[in-house]
Nanobody, 119 residues
């Protein structure tokens, strides 16, 4: 089970830190953050493989940082220099397979947390 927290409303240029709390160990588990804006398709934001290899999509690179804490069983997303186009529901996912950016039938998804950035 995954539970996201840390969402909210901020002004453009502000920061938020999202956290995804897992109920089970996430050591060596590929994970990712996705977002879905109203009326748009879900899109990848950032991922971390079972080790420490991280990936960011172009629009967030340099502004967002993904990090995993195996002891706390959390996957965080530090979001800086937020823009109105970052407004979306954000979801974390723990993969049932080896690759963090591939959908697998047994993936675990959180319920999502809303991020709203005003100009």
């Amino acid at each position: 089970q995954l539970v996201e927290s840390g969402g909210g409303s901020v002004q453009s240029g502000g920061s938020l830190r999202l956290s995804c709390q897992a109920s089970e160990s996430i050591n060596f588990i590929p994970m990712a953050w996705y977002r879905q804006a109203s009326g748009k398709e879900r899109e990848l934001v950032a991922s971390q493989d079972g080790g420490n290899i991280k990936y960011y999509v172009g629009p967030v690179r340099g502004r967002f940082t993904i990090s995993k804490d195996g002891d706390k069983k959390t996957l965080d997303l530090q979001m800086n220099s937020l823009k109105p186009e970052d407004t979306a529901m954000y979801y974390c996912v723990a993969r049932a397979g080896r690759l963090p950016r591939i959908d697998y039938p047994g993936d675990s998804w959180g319920q999502g947390v809303q991020v709203t950035v005003s100009s």
